[in-house]
């Protein structure tokens, strides 16, 4: 081969390789979309991650059209919401985990309380003679209620070495351990709660015999002996319980109780010897009891004297949860270096809107 046509052989073969690469290279960048879709199709959850895992704000900034949504109105505080996608996951999380979320009326609202108007009296009505007087009737008695929100917070931390790490999933580990921490005070507070700087929970309101409620009260119905059931007879006082309820709550009304509550509950019979308690017929479908579903919360009280361990109601009528819809996330790197703290923060209120809807049950002897 002559001197010129090996250098044109050269060429050939040099020009090739060129071209290989970069057909190689462009069907790369061919590609690479498809794999990068779920990513670059949610830019707001990028940018969550990227503040979550390195503190950056840039890409938060840069969504301009959703800055409402993504950026707080004071930049000072560092603070922003949740992104939409995660934000529903960690909100799906909370209603399985917490079941007053289950049992009760859930609203959202963007101020800082929820009023409620109840009317809870009856316009009276008369029958008269075909030339009588009609006579003035009462009118309905309307109360307000209002439910104030108050902060509920969770303070997560994870090492940085953690989050750097590109096979973590930061998104659901926040959602797991903020939901599990939320679910378990918001369901305190709604049974127990006092209701300073959290919700008032429906065994905090006064409690009398149910012969003698009014509203503003719960009324209850005894068991007949202090701190147990009666010894003979124990089902009665939960038949007692579902008949001291109205008619109008009890197609929509449910057993609430801890599990030691449930146990005791579980191995009582009829005068047939028939179990007063049914398992659910299918996968999922709660339990039944005088033929009304239990609901098990933990934290209602155990069984002793004078507590009130069992309720039974229409909750969805009788107590209602306020909450603002989005959910706050500051990140802090400094205060336990080397972990980031991420403090997030949600608006909850709650409270009993509905007094005739609960009854309880009081294991004492009247």
């Known amino acids: 081969m002559t001197p010129d046509l090996k250098t044109a052989a050269l060429a050939l073969a040099s020009e090739a390789k060129t071209l290989r690469r970069a057909l190689d290279r462009r069907a790369s960048e061919i590609s690479r979309p498809a794999l990068a879709t779920s990513v670059e199709s949610r830019p707001q959850a990028k940018a969550f991650a990227a503040y979550v895992?390195?503190?950056?704000?840039?890409?938060?900034?840069?969504?301009?059209?959703?800055?409402?949504?993504?950026?707080?109105?004071?930049?000072?505080?560092?603070?922003?919401?949740?992104?939409?996608?995660?934000?529903?996951?960690?909100?799906?999380?909370?209603?399985?985990?917490?079941?007053?979320?289950?049992l009760a009326n859930v609203v959202q609202v963007e101020s800082g309380s929820y009023d409620a108007l109840i009317d809870h009296s009856e316009m009276t009505a008369s029958w008269i003679a075909e030339s009588g007087t009609v006579a003035e009737t009462t009118t309905p008695a309307l109360a307000r209620i209002s439910i104030r929100l108050h902060d509920l917070t969770a303070n997560p931390k994870a090492s940085q070495r953690l989050l750097d790490d590109s096979a973590f999933d930061v998104e659901s580990w926040l959602a797991e351990r903020i939901a599990a921490r939320f679910a378990r005070a918001e369901t305190a507070a709604a049974v127990t709660g006092d209701g300073v700087d959290k919700p008032r929970g429906f065994l905090n309101h006064t409690a009398v015999a149910n012969a003698s409620w009014a509203w503003g009260s719960l009324g209850y119905v005894a068991t007949g002996a202090a701190g147990a059931f009666a010894a003979s007879h124990p089902g009665d006082a939960l038949a007692d319980?579902?008949?001291?309820?109205?008619?109008?709550?009890?197609?929509?009304?449910?057993?609430?109780?801890?599990?030691?509550?449930?146990?005791?509950?579980?191995?009582?019979?009829?005068?047939?010897?028939?179990?007063?308690w049914s398992d659910g017929l299918a996968a999922g479908q709660p339990a039944t009891l005088l033929g009304h579903g239990v609901t098990i919360v933990e934290e209602m009280p155990d069984v002793a004297a004078n507590s009130f361990a069992v309720a039974f109601g229409d909750f969805r009528s009788g107590y209602t949860l306020a909450e603002r819809p989005e959910l706050r996330i500051l990140r802090d790197p400094y205060s336990a270096k080397p972990h980031v703290l991420f403090y997030a923060t949600k608006r909850v209120g709650g409270d009993v809107t509905d007094f005739a809807a609960i009854k309880l049950l009081k294991f004492a002897a009247s």
């Open 241 to 276: 319980l579902v008949y001291a309820l109205p008619a109008g709550y009890r197609s929509n009304a449910s057993f609430v109780m801890n599990s030691k509550t449930a146990g005791a509950i579980r191995r009582m019979k009829d005068v047939d010897g028939r179990y007063l």
């Open 53 to 102: 895992r390195q503190g950056d704000e840039s890409q938060l900034r840069a969504l301009g059209y959703q800055e409402k949504g993504m950026t707080t109105a004071v930049a000072a505080d560092g603070g922003v919401l949740v992104d939409s996608q995660t934000s529903a996951r960690i909100e799906t999380v909370l209603r399985g985990a917490s079941p007053m979320r289950v």
